[in-house]
């Protein structure tokens, strides 16, 4: 679904694209644009809320399609907020969320170095463990 797409459909179901006149206004205009903006981002507006109902079924076939589209997005950022979006974190789906969290911090250049740095005090304490119990003298 394109933007236009979902600007049109909403124009369809009397959406207010209006400037709002009080703070009360504000804030609520500034919720829904966040809540649109993250739905625009999914890309999920219309494909899985059209499949399936509003019982318990529909609702866990509908998850169960997020969260299987979402493992195949490639950018992590993205996933997270997928996951973030639909509370994948709070439920039975925790698996996947730390999954990217894993991901997320072994990928990054700042972990790789941290990775170098203990993997040399770990390389360090096993030679001074053998030094130990071989009772070896260094020069």
């Keep these: 679904m394109t ?43 219309e494909k899985t809320g059209a499949k399936y109902s509003l019982t318990l079924d529909g609702k866990k ?37 730390l999954n990217i969290i894993i991901k997320r911090s072994v990928t990054s250049k700042i972990s790789k170095e941290m990775w170098v740095i203990i993997k040399v005090f770990i390389i360090a304490f096993i030679f001074y463990i053998i030094k130990e119990v071989f009772d070896i003298k260094l020069n």
């Design 61 to 97: 076939a509908k998850i169960i399609g997020v969260e299987k589209w979402a493992k195949d997005l490639n950018d992590i950022d993205r996933r997270v907020l997928v996951y973030d979006y639909f509370g994948f974190f709070n439920n039975w789906y925790s698996l996947p969320r």
């Design 3 to 45: 933007t236009r797409d979902l600007f049109n459909e909403l124009s369809e179901s009397n959406f207010t694209f209006t400037k709002p006149c009080f703070e009360s206004e504000k804030a609520f205009l500034e919720d829904q644009k966040k809540s649109m903006d993250k739905l625009i981002i999914c890309g999920l507006a």
